[in-house]
């Protein structure tokens, strides 16, 4: 059975950082992504790594604050957030795909067959 187990939430403050993880228990999958959902809004997209080769996108209110990277050997997705903002929190799902291709395909959720549990990130003012 496949699991996506996330870690690494928390209460933090503006300008501070965390880190998340995604841990894929079972099998190892093309094409990772992080998406959040801040209270009373949609899912939204904020990070993809393509397994095979390390490229990466993000959008564009984490550009530069935000790192998604991979560990092979751990078949674990990192997510590395910092200079977190109050418009930061939410919500912050792990998604993995067995498939890939262009990665700005991957920004949409449909794309993704599993999902993690999700974490909660606060980041206060």
């Known amino acids: 059975q496949v699991q996506l187990v996330e870690s690494g939430g928390g209460l933090v403050q503006a300008g501070d950082s965390l880190r998340l993880s995604c841990a894929a228990a079972?099998?190892?999958?093309?094409?990772y992504g992080w998406f959040r959902q801040a209270p009373g809004k949609a899912r939204e997209f904020v990070a993809t790594?393509?397994?095979?080769?390390?490229?990466?996108y993000y959008a564009d209110s984490v550009k530069g604050r935000f790192t998604i990277s991979k560990d092979n050997a751990k078949n674990t997705v990192h997510l590395q957030m910092n200079s977190l903002k109050p418009e930061d929190t939410a919500v912050y799902y792990c998604?993995?795909?067995?498939?890939?291709?262009?990665?700005?395909?991957?920004?949409?959720?449909?794309?993704?067959?599993?999902w993690g549990q999700g974490t909660q990130v606060t980041v206060s003012s």
């Open positions: 079972g099998r190892t999958f093309s094409s």
């Open positions: 998604a993995a795909s067995p498939s890939y291709g262009t990665i700005v395909y991957y920004t949409d959720e449909n794309r993704y067959d599993y």
């Open positions: 790594i393509n397994w095979v080769t390390g490229s990466t």
